[in-house]
């Protein structure tokens, strides 16, 4: 397994178009892309962090390649929604101990 932790700064008053937008562009990534799927985080006012998860390096590393030009348009709105967007991390998983529900 695959991860990568990101860092968004979403503009103030976005928040809520942020993360409508994050949940659908997680959605397109898990249904077309091959992404295992991704947990949003709140760490302040304007500050998110999102942990994604994807089967391989290779699979993320592919991810956007022959979207819809809906899908396209969908995370174009949830990118701008945000001052900013980091990679903070990627990282191989060694050992998982999450309990899914």
Known sequence: MFVIIYKFKVKNGSE?????????????FVKHQGSLGSRLHKESDNTYIAYAQWSNEENFNNSGAQLSKRSIKVIERMRNSCNNIEILHRMHCVKDM???N
């Open 16 to 28: 809520a178009e942020f993360v409508k937008y994050w949940k659908l562009s997680t959605e397109i």
């Open 98 to 100: 999450l309990i899914n």
